[in-house]
């Protein structure tokens, strides 16, 4: 599988790699619902069996959990993936989120991931959210400490505005953002994008299917069906009046797909890759079926006919609140 340099690191990534954000399991803020996490670990394996080298997480996935069952995924593995995980989301005894960049805080997290991690050192640290805003400076500095340290070999930034990450590159580079990128979200193009391909910064985009909608097995069915927990039946994109939108989105997708003997959900990822600020995606996968149903997108490239035939559509049916 191809591998792209991320950003001004020596991280030479596959297209597209593991997220792992539903493997956090249920009963938490942001949950997909219950989890099992034997099918986390054999999409782990399938993955990695097929050639994507990296895995997304983050401490607050599950409150924990989620580092925990990629550790467990790992064990005894010879092939061991690049593993980038975040800071800055923290939670009280009741598990209630909140962010904070304090140095004292970023130093606990690091240790509390590495021990769950089972590793001494993480591929990419990268800030969460830039919350709370006046304190990036502190964290940022923090995170290029832990760098020198080498508790971690690279850091990025996750979901940081322009301004964000002018303040952060005064103090340090950053390696790579991780933003939110999809065909039914693409405000990033507008500035973040073009000022990530100036300044040399890598782009991991998260939420290419926008959380499952472009996977091609989204339905109004399923969707009413979530459990409580899933935090999707909760947003703006999976409610009318934009549901039947997406819904329709994801049949036109499906139609190109099939051109080519490709899924849904490959159409879509192949969407966000398309762009040449994009380094790669974070797909989240639950099983290892999953792993068949988007492991095309590495190599699969839309037409310009097909890229246009998209922007038609979208033009023709514009979000209305």
Known sequence: MEKRRLGDSDLMITPIGVG?????GGGWQFAWGPQDDKDSIEAIHAALDKGINWIDTAAVY????????????LEGRSNRPYIFTKCERVW????????????D???????????????????????????????IEEGWETMAELKK????????????????????RKIAPITSLQPPYSIISPEIEQEILPYCQQHGIGVIVYSPMKSGLLSG?????????????????????????????????????????ARHGRTTGEVAIAWTLRHPAVTAAIV????????????????????????????RFMAEHPVQV
């Open 20 to 24: 792992a954000w539903a493997m956090g």
């Open 149 to 168: 340290e080498g508790k971690v070999r690279w850091i990025g930034v996750s979901n940081f505005n322009v301004a964000q990450m002018e303040r952060a």
């Open 62 to 73: 599950g409150l924990g959990h989620s580092e925990e069952v990629v550790a467990r995924a």
């Open 217 to 257: 097995k989204m339905t109004r069915e399923r969707i009413a069906a979530f459990p409580k927990d899933d935090f999707r039946g909760n947003t703006p994109h999976f409610k009318e009046p934009l549901l039947t939108r997406n819904l329709m989105l994801a049949e036109l997708l499906r139609q190109i797909g």
């Open 92 to 103: 009280d005894e009741n598990g209630k989120i909140g962010g904070c960049l304090k140095r």
């Open 105 to 135: 805080s970023i130093r606990r997290e690091v240790e509390a991931s590495l021990r769950r991690l089972k590793v001494d050192v993480i591929d990419l640290y990268q800030i969460h959210w830039p919350q709370p805003d006046e304190d």
């Open 284 to 311: 989240g996968v639950r099983t290892a079926a999953h792993v068949d149903g988007i492991i095309g997108a590495a190599t699969f490239r839309l037409s310009q006919e097909e890229v246009d035939e998209i922007a």
